[in-house]
């Protein structure tokens, strides 16, 4: 069964810096998808970026971008010139071949001003 | 366009209880899909559906029935609640076009509580 892991319960990064936030997921698959999902106070579950495992180029989304390490299994985020808005809980998720999307228990992410 | 939202907000049940939540998308996806998350936990897969009149079990199905006798509406029942169903429910769809997964596009959230 596929797995994914996020060692960082919490961490904290200061306003306009960079922050990497870690994912490692298990998988015999060779073709799946790789998420980041945000989930501020409001609760709702909002999609920052999305990788396609058989594309080996990193995927970016304006400060967002991803380290995807296929061979090592591991799908960091990046996030640059972090923002108060940026404070959320972060879960990195796999997604199958059935559309089912299996979550990380997820990192909290503290900006501070 | 609404996307996905989710009726009730908040929810009291005592044990024993019955309930159904909706879940209503105007996407007009294929897949919808019933999560539940606990602290300090990610979201876990309750049920889900490929399509109008198909329902399939996920990750934690016990203590919960779904119908989706329309494609845009996916209902939630729990027949007799339990406190171990405490939590919030998040409802979700996705196109379903592709053989692999696509986005899926989350509603607010539902918290439950049962006393």
């Known amino acids: 069964a596929q797995t994914v892991t996020q060692s960082q319960p919490e961490m904290s990064v200061q306003e306009a810096e960079t922050v990497t936030l870690s994912c490692t997921y298990d998988t015999s698959e060779s073709d799946y998808y790789l998420f980041w999902y945000k989930q501020p106070p409001s609760r709702q579950m909002i999609l920052v970026i999305r990788q396609e495992a058989y594309k080996q180029q990193n995927a970016t989304e304006n400060r967002f971008s991803v380290n995807f390490q296929k061979a090592a299994k591991s799908f960091s985020l990046k996030i640059s010139d972090s923002q108060l808005g940026d404070a959320a809980m972060y879960f990195c998720?796999?997604?199958?071949?059935?559309?089912?999307?299996?979550f990380g228990k997820g990192t909290r992410l503290h900006i501070l001003p | 366009n609404a996307g996905v939202t989710q009726t009730p907000k908040f929810r009291v049940l005592k044990t024993g209880q019955s309930m159904t939540l909706l879940c209503a998308q105007d996407m007009n996806h294929e897949y919808m899909y019933w999560y539940r998350q606990d602290p300090g936990m990610g979201l876990r897969l309750i049920h889900y559906?490929?399509?109008?009149?198909?329902?399939a079990k996920g990750e934690v199905p016990d203590g919960y029935n779904v119908s989706r006798l329309k494609k845009q509406n996916f209902l939630l029942g729990l027949e007799s609640a339990a406190p171990s169903q405490t939590s919030v429910y998040f409802c979700a769809s996705s196109p379903g076009t592709g053989i692999y997964s696509d986005t899926q596009y989350f509603g607010p959230g539902t918290r439950l509580t049962v006393l």
């Open positions: 559906s490929v399509g109008e009149g198909t329902t």
């Open positions: 998720a796999y997604g199958d071949r059935d559309d089912k999307i299996i």
